[in-house]
């Protein structure tokens, strides 16, 4: 069993990561540490050098972060997938988060950014991890433009019955985490 995404890069396991990794080379045959900023994309993929037989790094760029960066930072990303393709699974995470993104701008740089990565993503042949939220069929319609991704997850999905069995439909993955369960919606 593999443990398809997780954040152990994030600042708040310093203290306790190398406990957690020790506990998950037990339970899992390896982990993937998804990147989705430009410092934790560092941070992620010194940790798959550490572990390069356990630790699986993806680079990339949040959509709340996508929504309110500048331009540079956007492109310090890109560059940054880049310069690291040797070492990275996947890009990921990038999507579209309406719940967070309210003013239009915000919307539109999302929208900008995702079809930057996932150009990006089609040129290198790279598979892309999706953070979705409340735009599931929005993000599915666009993702099925692009014909040569090699391999989609939508993790942590939480969108309609219809649109998970579509993307199942395409040959995209799915994930679920634990807020599905306890969620009126898809009880």
Known sequence: ???????LNFEEFNDTREDIIKESKEQFKYIVDCGASIEGNIRSLALSKQYPNFIKSTIGYHPIYAGVDNKERVNDTLNQIV??????????EIGLDFATARPEDELRRQHNVFNQLLTLACEYDMPVVLHVREAEQHALDIVKK???LPDVIFHCFSGKKETAVEAVDYGYYISFATNALFSKKHK
Do not use: E, P, Q, V
């Not at 069993?1 to 954040?7: E, F, G, K, Q, S």
């Not at 310069?83 to 990921?92: F, Q, V």
């Open 1 to 7: 069993m593999i443990d398809a995404h997780c954040h």
């Open 83 to 92: 310069d690291n393709l040797d070492d990275i699974h996947a890009i990921g």
């Open 146 to 148: 692009y014909t040569s």
